[in-house]
Each structure stands twice: as C-alpha cells, then as structure tokens.
C-alpha cells in the first residue's frame, strides 16, 4: 500500500501549524490535512498559534489528531502532552542541538566528518588573530543560532567585528573559501534513509537580499556532477549512521554544503521539516515521486508499513527534478515574496519578477 492511501485510511487529522504563509503546503490528495493559520495573529510563533483557543476547539473537534509544526518547540510539546495529541516533530531539545552551528560543528569534527577546519573560541582579539594566522586575512564568524544568514559574518578587521559581536560571545572563526552551497533534503525512516537529489542553493542574490550569506533560493537540479552527488549521498549516509540515528532522530532534516571543486563539506542541519520541502513536495509529485514528507508523517503517526528504500531512493535518482523558487527578504530576513518555476530558468533572466 502506497504511503499516500496509508495516511488516508489512518484515521488521523493531520494539522499542519502556519505562521509564515510562504511556508504553507497543499495537499488535495490527503482528505484529512488541514492547513491551521491565523493571519490576525500578531505573535509569528507556532506555539501561540496552537495555544489559540479556537485553534484548539478545531483540533479537539478530531478523535485522533496529530500535529505537524514546521520547527519544534517545548510549548508546542507541552500542550500535545496536556492534550493527548500526536505530535510529528522530534524533540525540541534534539532539535536545538543540531540547529546550533557551533554544535554542529563541533559533533561532525568529533565524528570525522568532513567540515571546513575552523576555530571554536571566545570573541576577542587574540582569538581573531589567531584565526587570521591559521585561515588568512578573510574570515568567516558564525555564532550559536541564526535564520537567513544573520548569524553569519564576513570580516577582514577586528575593529569591525567588534562593533557586532559581543566580546567573550563563543563563535566559529573560519576561512572564507571560493565555491558555491548545495542542500539536500532526507527522511530518516525506521526502514533506512531516503534523500532527494541535491539542489543548489542560491545565496546573496541582489535585488533578493543584502545579506551575502543569506539563502534566497533553490533550483533543482543543482548540476553537480555524478561524482559530487555520489560523495553528498554519502556523506549524507554517514551523517545519518553516526549523528542522528545514535540520538534516535527520525523524519524529515535537512543538511547544507559547501562545494569547492571535488570537496564537499557539511556546513548546518535543518533538524526539522526545511525551508524547501513544500516546494520540493509538489516537485516529487509531478515527477511521480512518494514525497519524503509522507514518510515523516508515516514515523511520527506510528503506521506499520514495508519499504525497500533501496529501490525507492534508486527511483529517485533517476527522477528528473527540475523547479526553482526564489525569495525575496527584507533586512531583517524576513520573506516578502516567492517566486516558483516548474521549468529551467536563468536567474537573471527573472529577477524583474522581483522589482
């Protein structure tokens, strides 16, 4: 039985939490998946939004409900336990540890991934200099936590980092290196590891944003060659087997790269249902694809299914992938406006579609 009829005869309602419309999915094709949005909400965070009562009249409404937020939280947690609903997300605290770049870092260097050589240390002088003696002039500084690169920084001089990181704040110092980032987007089922084909990101486009690290974008497929997308998969693989099984992380994540020539290095973990999954839903749909997001929901509702996922991830190497979707930010990093296209596009040719 496909994993769509399985969703549909669980008896479940499935509640997806909105509080960014551009994050928001359709999904016809499950007669019980409800979209919950509030536009007059004035607090953006999902565990607002779930706490409302007439959000919760509707959720109680459901003999069997479960609850799909877009990124964990322990309030979120709370009121499932209070409620006695499902919830399809991994723990908050999990969660926070893998979103946390210093972490991160630190856990795949631990675990002989393959990272790009930095320096963890407090934010001060002899530390800078210090980076700048092993990495050159150009450096990288990334802090705990951050969206649409604002955690992210480009500095040459200390006196221009200090007017934006606090003194003694723990940050990553790293090299700034020439290449470009791809993302790849898994599933972590009790069967195995499913994972898409890889996308290349697009990052600090103008007009799209005046962030340079931050991500406006996605396109599928990311032209890697056949022996890059083999080296992503397995580090992928390796990813899954060593970090996330051992914290028995499950469902739907993300992993970023950095591509220079033939090196591939992991940068960050989007432990959680990504930026890109709507998007990248509707484009496994139209290449006749059981989306990976049916999957996370089949592990959180706790269905009994089979799955070869060798057969299905060689299925879906030989799918042909193709969209692009573009956002545009604030400065803030707020989104204002997305753009998809279920076509090649040159980027140039359609930033007017932004002005």
Not at 112 to 123: D, E, G, M, R, T
Not at 144 to 165: E, R, V
Not at 191 to 218: E, K
Request: proline content about 7%; charged content about 15%; some cysteine.
């Amino acid at each position: 039985m496909n994993p769509e009829t399985l969703l549909n005869q669980s008896g479940f309602d499935f509640y997806f939490l909105v509080v960014e419309p551009f994050l928001a999915i359709d999904l016809p094709e499950l007669k019980n998946f409800h979209s919950l949005f509030l536009p007059q909400l004035k607090v953006k965070n999902s565990g607002y939004l779930l706490s409302q009562p007439i959000i919760k009249k509707q959720i109680q409404s459901s003999p069997k409900p479960l609850i799909i937020p877009f990124k964990p939280s322990a309030k979120i947690e709370h009121l499932c336990r209070q409620h006695h609903w499902t919830l399809a997300a991994n723990p908050a605290k999990l969660n926070r540890l893998l979103e946390d770049k210093v972490k991160f870092y630190q856990l795949c260097h631990q675990k002989k991934l393959p990272v790009i050589n930095s320096l963890v240390a407090p934010f001060n002088q002899k530390n800078f200099v210090l980076a700048q003696t092993q990495f050159g002039p150009d450096l990288v500084l990334q802090s705990h936590f951050g969206w649409a690169g604002n955690s992210t920084h480009y500095f040459k001089d200390f006196s221009q980092a200090k007017k934006i990181i606090p003194l003694g704040q723990l940050m990553k110092f790293s090299p700034r290196l020439k290449g470009f980032t791809v993302l790849n987007n898994a599933c972590l089922t009790r069967h195995g590891l499913l994972q898409s084909p890889p996308a290349l990101q697009i990052t600090g486009l103008f007009p799209l944003t005046q962030n340079p690290f931050a991500t406006v974008g996605r396109q599928w497929p990311s032209n890697l060659s056949a022996s890059q997308i083999k080296k992503i998969q397995k580090i992928t693989q390796d990813f899954a087997d060593k970090i996330l099984q051992p914290l028995n992380y499950r469902g739907f994540f993300g992993l970023d790269f950095f591509v220079q020539d033939q090196e591939m290095y992991l940068l960050e973990c989007n432990p959680r249902l990504t930026a890109s999954f709507a998007f990248y839903t509707h484009l496994e749909k139209k290449s006749g694809l059981e989306p990976l997001f049916y999957y996370h929901l089949l592990e959180f509702a706790g269905l009994d299914y089979s799955l070869n996922t060798q057969s299905l991830q060689q299925k879906i190497n030989r799918a042909k992938i193709i969209g692009t979707e573009l956002t545009q930010r604030n400065s803030q990093g707020t989104t204002i406006k997305k753009m998809q296209y279920f076509k090649p596009v040159v980027i140039d040719s359609v930033l007017s579609d932004f002005t």
